[in-house]
């Protein structure tokens, strides 16, 4: 089903982006959640799917912002729910998080937690090991 955006997306000559395609494994009861959770997520995606398949649509409108829809069409939070920072209440405020979509900050996180990674761990798991067989 994903082959026109994952043709589009990997490799160099395009957007160089790393795709995982996986198949899941496990007992019948662990396939069968993954069946519905995959049903619930196809029907959420198959709007855009019918999109990518539609000729006459330009890539402006393929990747364009959700946000900037929702701003178009006057969508409001609903007061009732709390926004992310006061999602544990007035008595303790959730951490900030980090932007991971954010391709700039992604990258500095990922050298910061690399940096912090070597210096704190001991040198020996950075060794390379081998195995050899042990006689006597």
């Known amino acids: 089903m994903g082959e026109t955006l994952y043709d589009q997306v990997v490799g160099p000559q395009n957007l160089g982006r790393r795709v995982r395609v996986y198949a899941p494994v496990g007992t019948h009861e662990t396939l069968l959640a993954y069946l519905v959770r995959r049903l619930l997520k196809t029907a959420r995606t198959h709007r855009s799917s019918i999109r990518l398949s539609m000729k006459n649509i330009s890539i402006d409108t393929l990747i ?3 946000f900037e829809t929702i701003a178009e069409q006057g969508i409001h939070l609903h007061p009732a729910l709390p926004l992310p920072r006061n999602l ?3 008595g303790r405020l959730n951490s900030k998080g980090i932007d991971l979509s954010n391709e700039k900050r992604f990258a500095t996180t990922a050298r910061k937690t690399q940096r912090i ?3 704190i761990l001991p040198r020996r ?5 081998q195995s050899t067989r042990r006689t006597g």
Do not use: F
Request: no cysteine; glycine share 14%.
């Open 64 to 66: 364009r912002s959700p």
């Open 88 to 90: 544990y209440g007035e």
């Open 117 to 119: 990674g070597r210096a």
């Open 125 to 129: 798991i950075h060794h390379q090991w």
